[in-house]
């Protein structure tokens, strides 16, 4: 966003951004994609996801009966009992944590590839 100021009576504009306080469940704490991140994972810099910065050790998300997910790991569909959710941003993760489901399955991408995460309460 632009933030217009004045300095020694003259209007001046900077750039500046707001990053969001990471949305927090099941043992996930998540935050938009940004475009250094999606290059990093290799995504096109327009993909929107979310993006896992921090998981409990005893959490569902530690011991998914899977494997378990880290930080870093973009997430970008939940499936849940009410439905398949595509993941844009944390207003809709934090919708569809909002539902209380008891269980979800995540579809993340990794630098590893692809996977579905079962998480259970």
Do not use: C, W
């Amino acid at each position: 966003m632009t933030i217009g100021y004045y300095r020694d009576g003259k209007k001046q504009a900077a750039e500046a951004r707001l990053d969001a306080e990471p949305i927090y469940t099941f043992g996930l704490a998540v935050r938009d994609l940004d475009d250094s991140h999606a290059k990093e994972m290799g995504l096109r810099s327009d993909f929107q996801a979310v993006v896992i910065t921090k998981v409990d050790d005893d959490s569902p998300a530690a011991r998914s009966e899977n494997h378990r997910l880290y930080p870093g790991d973009v997430v970008y569909r939940i499936d849940t009992r009410f439905g398949s959710f595509r993941i844009r941003n944390t207003q809709d993760f934090e919708r569809v944590m909002q539902m209380r489901p008891d269980a979800l399955k995540i579809v993340i991408g990794t630098r590893r590839g692809s996977y579905e995460f079962l998480l259970r309460r």
